[in-house]
């Protein structure tokens, strides 16, 4: 048997058949495990991106839920600030005298509500300050409370002013009338009394003496004279008013000799003839003489004489004159 060492032509190391075939399973297996492997990292990635997207839509809903939920309650306060000012005119003042503060609550709310990206300390400021606002609320319907209960003292108070005021007005009614009557009583008894009335008609000569005529061609004036006396009123000044009615019924008056009118109770305005100042003394009489020279000759028939004081006739008489003859 001979041996040589120059390589054959023929290949020696071919392996077998089958062992090609192993090799080509181990290759797929190798690639199959791979495959698998891929795509349950693929199932594993998905799954893990699909929690995070889970749990960013829930966080994402928390906290739009904690906006919805400040929101509310932010609104809630307006609401309730709202109500408390329409229904309380007190509270709506109280809240102007302290508008500054509640604007400034408002507005800083209101930003941090209003930003795109709140952060969880936007909403938990948020809340802060509403609570705040809702605090100061409280606070303001504790000042309204009290303000009602003062008002409902001043209002009992006053009610009960209002109600000594109406009865001392009644009595100082009543006693303003009685007092009226009283003085209504005490005025009328203060008119004066005459008495004695006397009229004489008088020829005055050109010596100056004086003598008592009743033809009318030779009377020269009127004088009347009586007596006036009365127990009430105080010392003072009274006037007293003639009226002098000629026999046609005319009233005798010439405003140059102190003739006027004047105001009776009963008759209303008259004319008077003359009028006298006299001075009174209560429970005193007082002589009372008046004169009235009309410059003028009086005429034949009766004269009458009125006296009057405070709007009452306290007194009349008359006096008739005669023509005369030829050498009356």
């Known amino acids: 048997m001979s041996y040589s060492n120059y390589p054959s032509a023929t290949p020696q190391d071919t392996p ?192 100056g003496k004086e003598k008592e005529k009743d033809v009318a061609k030779r009377v020269d004036k009127i004088r009347l004279n009586f007596t006036v006396y009365n127990r009430v009123g105080e010392e003072g000044t009274k006037d007293v008013y003639v009226v002098i009615t000629d026999p046609t019924g005319q009233v005798v008056s010439n405003e140059a000799l102190g003739s006027g009118r004047f105001t009776t109770r009963e008759e209303g305005e008259r004319v008077f003839t003359k009028m006298s100042s006299v001075t009174f003394s209560a429970g005193k009489s007082v002589p009372v003489s008046i004169e009235w020279k009309p410059g003028a000759k009086f005429v034949e028939g009766a004269y009458k004489v009125e006296v009057y004081n405070n709007g009452f006739k306290i007194g009349e008489g008359s006096k008739n004159l005669r023509k005369g003859g030829l050498f009356s």
């Open 16 to 207: 077998p058949a089958g062992q090609k075939n192993n090799n080509r399973g181990l290759i797929y297996g190798l690639l199959i495990a791979a495959l698998l492997g891929t795509w349950g990292y693929i199932i594993w990635d998905k799954s893990k991106t699909k929690e995070a997207t889970t749990l960013l839509q829930s966080q994402l809903s928390t906290s739009d839920s904690s906006k919805t939920a400040i929101q509310t309650e932010y609104n809630a306060a307006l609401q309730r600030l709202d109500e408390l000012t329409t229904m309380n005119s007190s509270m709506d003042s109280l809240v102007k005298t302290k508008n500054s503060e509640v604007s400034n609550l408002k507005s800083r709310i209101q930003t941090l509500l209003n930003k795109q990206n709140k952060t969880a300390a936007d909403l938990a400021e948020a809340k802060r300050l509403i609570n705040e606002l809702n605090g100061k609320i409280t606070g303001y319907v504790t000042e309204i409370e009290t303000l009602k209960g003062e008002n409902l003292q001043l209002r009992t108070e006053k009610q009960e002013i209002t109600t000594q005021k109406e009865a001392l007005q009644v009595q100082y009614d009543q006693t303003t009338v009685e007092k009226k009557a009283v003085e209504e009583k005490l005025d009328v008894a203060s008119t004066l009394n005459a008495s004695n009335i006397n009229i004489v008609t008088i020829d005055e000569r050109r010596n």
